[in-house]
């Protein structure tokens, strides 16, 4: 499956952003689905996650109650993001897995998903 994330850009402390992710080439239903994100000179950070069927969410610790993953019946997903911060600065990417029905903890790992977007910039200003 290829994916394709959008809705990136420049934004005020406080305020909100809608990434979505657009897949193609899979029966994306099917998959598990993720975003994680990497800020300039810091490690990979999970962000959220989404199994398929029951849609169980998962979230990192640093977003939770501020984020919300979600995903259509198609082939879309979307992650937002409310109360933003400046420490939200970095490059977002979203993530599938066709192993959807993994253990929950799995989800939180970047070597779970084996496709990956090319990423947007959500920059947070001061």
């Known amino acids: 499956v290829q994916l394709q994330a959008s809705g990136g850009g420049l934004v005020q402390a406080g305020g909100s952003l809608r990434l979505s992710c657009a897949a193609s080439g899979g029966t994306f239903s099917n998959y598990g689905l993720g975003w994680f994100r990497q800020a300039l000179g810091k490690e990979r950070e999970f962000v959220a996650a989404m199994r398929p069927g029951d849609r169980n969410t998962f979230y990192g610790d640093s977003v939770k109650g501020r984020f919300t993953i979600s995903r259509d019946n198609a082939k879309n997903g979307y992650l937002r993001m409310n109360s933003l911060k400046p420490e939200d600065t970095a490059v977002y990417y979203c993530?599938?897995?066709?192993?959807?029905?993994?253990?929950?903890?799995?989800?939180?790992?970047?070597?779970?998903?084996?496709?990956w977007g090319q990423g947007t910039q959500v920059t947070v200003s001061s």
């Open positions: 993530v599938a897995t066709a192993m959807g029905n993994t253990i929950s903890s799995a989800y939180r790992h970047a070597s779970t998903y084996p496709f």
